[in-house]
């Protein structure tokens, strides 16, 4: 059975850090594209980053570039977002998923609709 385990949220106060963990049970990441999400009440779900693991091409939003890293690590099967300078407005439920056959791309954002396995969420609060 595929299945994905999102961890490593919390709260933490503006410009702190905090590193997620999305690690893969059932499957291993060859071949499929990990996107990151997020999603703050009342508003859609977002998607901030990306790694393909075809061609490692990487994706950021503008919101996080600069500040957000996302990595893999295949021993582990699992891909890490870590996030630095942390604000406010970084305060959102993060979910990780995963889909085979996906590229990621510069300067497009991953498409939720595309992504087949998905983690359960893990809560990011920032306090100002």
């Known amino acids: 059975e595929v299945q994905l385990q999102a961890s490593g949220g919390g709260l933490v106060q503006a410009g702190g850090s905090l590193r997620l963990s999305c690690a893969a049970s059932?499957?291993?990441?060859?071949?499929?594209?990990v996107g990151w999400f997020r999603q703050a009440p009342g508003k859609e779900r977002e998607g901030i980053s990306c790694?393909?693991?075809?061609?490692?091409?990487?994706y950021y939003a503008d919101s996080v570039k600069g500040r957000f890293t996302v990595s893999d690590d295949n021993a582990k099967n699992t891909v890490y977002l870590q996030m630095n300078s942390l604000k406010p407005e970084d305060t959102a439920v993060y979910y990780c998923?995963?889909?085979?056959?996906?590229?990621?791309?510069?300067?497009?954002?991953?498409?939720?609709?595309?992504?087949?396995?998905w983690g359960q969420g893990t809560q990011v609060t920032v306090s100002s």
């Open positions: 059932g499957f291993t990441f060859d071949g499929y594209a």
């Open positions: 998923a995963a889909t085979k056959g996906y590229y990621c791309y510069t300067n497009y954002p991953p498409i939720p609709r595309l992504f087949r396995s």
């Open positions: 790694i393909s693991h075809s061609d490692h091409s990487l």
